[in-house]
């Protein structure tokens, strides 16, 4: 199994022994860029934040440790947050 099919379906952040979704909690899955494939959990977090993205921290992205991947929700599906690019 390669590194990218090892983390799909995982949850970002959660530790990597315990990165199975919980049962009770909405996801929402990262598409494309350094993350692809992780899922995030959106449970806690008010529709105006979601709607505007997020910058999720990553050591994978272009700019390396202390990066961030920029994500944002499709308007079609907000369930699916598209990558629009890295910063430091």
Same mark, same amino acid.
């Given at each position: 199994? +390669?590194? &990218? !099919?090892?983390? /799909?379906? *995982?949850?970002? @952040? =959660?530790?990597?022994?315990?990165a199975a979704? /919980?049962?009770?909690?909405?996801?929402? !899955? &990262?598409?494309?860029?350094? &993350?692809?494939? &992780?899922?995030?959990?959106?449970?806690? /977090?008010? +529709?105006? !934040?979601? /709607? =505007?993205g997020v910058?999720? #921290?990553? !050591?994978?992205?272009?700019? @390396? #440790?202390?990066?961030? =991947?920029?994500?944002?929700?499709?308007?079609a599906d @907000?369930?699916?947050? +598209?990558? *629009?690019?890295?910063? #430091?």
């Open positions: 199994m +390669d590194e &990218l !099919e090892f983390m /799909r379906g *995982r949850v970002y @952040g =959660a530790d990597h022994d315990d979704p /919980r049962r009770g909690r909405v996801y929402a !899955e &990262l598409v494309g860029g350094p &993350l692809d494939g &992780l899922l995030l959990d959106v449970t806690d /977090r008010p +529709d105006d !934040e979601s /709607r =505007a910058a999720l #921290p990553t !050591e994978i992205g272009r700019h @390396g #440790p202390g990066g961030r =991947a920029l994500y944002a929700p499709r308007e @907000g369930r699916r947050f +598209d990558w *629009r690019g890295d910063i #430091p």
